[in-house]
């Protein structure tokens, strides 16, 4: 059994995972870029809105024919036609001229305002009574009031949401320059390890993480390619590695629980090619055997077999690596919603680790109980059962009841919106 | 121009959204079960795990061997074999023997716990030396610690995380019954918006509407479909909105921005096959003129025209209405991240409506200033320089300067850790 030699602090793996790069760029289509990171500035190539529009329904008119109007005296105006969606106006607005305009309507030449249908009052189809004054661009947005031709829209590393997108159709753009979604290769390795659909023989254990490992992958904004499931034998692992690492810009092998498959996992990556071995164990618990490994710029990651501390490490560290790799510049150490809550019980804790506890949230009035949910870390229904993780930190040796912790908060797409209103009224 | 007459106000609008079913069910693979939602009980077909494990590297031993041993007075064993992984060992454990076992290993028949491999000193091929008495079952997981056979693992309307869909892969499911993804169809309206890539003479814009509303539908977990941009005409509009009814479980109509295009879209949809018009006008600033209905089972929505006001609608009402058409019975109103700020300014607010004002968040010292986005809700830039939304309640005439409020966040995949975490400092 190789010791680990190497054992980091979280510190100093976090370093090392930001000294990654993003791993590509390219150009997509709007509808293809939600939540993905702009590689370059979008800069507006003309005025947004383009023309002067009116963003109420009423009449367009000169603002100085309204002055001093009110309900005891009225203006009175000659309405002369009215704007088409769609369409510039062609007639030219005269002192003492009203015309009829939709909300989004462009305004005619000579009009400077828009007084809302709610103020006027037809007296017959040409004549028109308002019982308000308005003052010059009232109701009216002007030529680039949104964005003004070649100023910089969004900054490069920003996230694009639904309305950013939006807007940039609104600026006439299609296509946007994006950092490239990663695609992790995702290998199981272990003697014991067999596919969901087959029947377990006693010793044996069905491949849970493949899938845990698979939605935290699209969930963090990944691609990820099953390779597939390997046994604890050097020669197609390193096969199947050298396959993945091909095809993909990150690997992750998830070691079947056992001193053999880790071993084996460093024997096979050693020997990759441009290999570097960065982290060789962390200290944290669960997931204290981790092994992080560089193949040139693709990093190649060895998980531990337990399938709740291959996920803690991946909420933990995998997280900020796949952010890394996809351009996002957001490098925080904290990358889950957290949520105040008040421990429910004591929890000790080793000294010179950081622990990752689970805890379930519970509503207690006002505030939010954070109970642990106990069990070896060999059993995933801690994991099922858990809301999320709290941290106790390195040089702590425990948490007591009642103390105010940040809960880390798994995330999923409603999960978040549950977790953090309806329970999670924050204390 | 025809009125609201129907205006309600946000509650009960509300109340409507949850009279709409779920969309329907339907089976799919693991890979592509992240984040719906399930339509049955889940039930354990057999123990998870299925046998004695053990959750150490070590010898597997019968304890009340090793009592009393410690580091002066160590217990010796005979060590008589090695547990192969993903196999069941063939021997059969008597007193005083040990049996090499690694983490995950199965446990011989006789051993009832692991010494873990830091207590053991081998003196030499077959004698072994502890220095630490176990207990029964210490370091060892026994069959149905996670689950046992026949008992519920999750309920009927639970949110599929990854550790779910990696514990249902333990159990050897390898499909799972879920409700299905809405599919929701998106038709443009209004004679002045023309498609993306097309040059704007004056008078026109073009279509934001499609793309917002796109990345929206995927953001709350449906598929969006977009059906076309048509202009302000009966029967091309009837036609299409007739064609997204027969392709998708809700229907979207992006209005242009005038009262033509409202007027017309209430026509159309009037004259749908089980047609019930439900909402005519929400009682809320910005989203007002927005129109609910059903054809059959159906939803039928027409959107304000201005790209702010029909993304605010969408993040107060369609989120909470893609939720239930999902399957989603966590019914509560807020459906965001919330984070509490302190407003950065006042705000006066008209009475007799909700008021989405949207805030830009900024870091203060320890706590977060919520900085109100002012500019006109025709502006699109309003929404891209905001972080999220505060409501002021109808009977509310403002908020002031450093009020405590709570920001509705928008959410993107990254956005939410973002905001929630280097900025967001609870206060």
Redesign the interface.
Known sequence: ?ESFFNVKKPDEVFSIIDGFEPVGKETVS??D???L?LSADITAPED????F?S?M?GYAIMARDSFGANESLPAFFEVTGE???????SVVLERGQAINI?????LPKGADSVVM?EYCHLLDDATLEISRAVSPLENV?QPG???KEGSV?FKKGH????????????????EIPVYKRPKIAIIST?????P?????????????????????C????AKPLFIGLCP?EFKPLKEMVTRALEQADMVLISG??????RDLTIKVINELPEFQLLVHGISISPGKPTIIGRSGKKPVIGLP???TSA?VV?EIFLSRLI?RL?G?N?L?K?????I?ARLGQNIESAGGREDYIRVRLLPKGKSIIAEPVF???????T??EADGLVKIDMNTEGLYKDDLVEVMA?????????Y???KAV?T
Not at 83 to 89: H, K, N, R, S
Not at 190 to 194: I, N, T
Not at 410 to 418: A, L
């Open positions: 059994m709007l509808e870029a939600l939540g990171v947004l809105p383009a023309f529009r963003v329904d704007v088409l969606m769609g369409e510039a106006p939709s909300t989004g309507g462009m249908v947005i009031d949104d964005f829209v996230i694009l949401r639904p309305q950013d997108l939006g807007l940039t159709a609104g600026l006439g753009i299609p272990g003697d014991e390890v067999v969901v659909n087959r029947r377990t023989r006693p010793g044996q254990v069905r491949d849970i993480n493949r899938y845990t490992l698979d939605a935290f699209r969930q963090a904004g604890d079947g629980s056992s001193v053999g498959t077999g337990h399938a996920l991946a952010r996809s996002c957001y925080q904290r990358i889950h919603p957290l105040k069990g070896k870390s060999g059993l995933i229904s994991l099922v798994f995330s999923s797409r409603y999960g978040d919106m549950y953090l209103n309806e924050q």
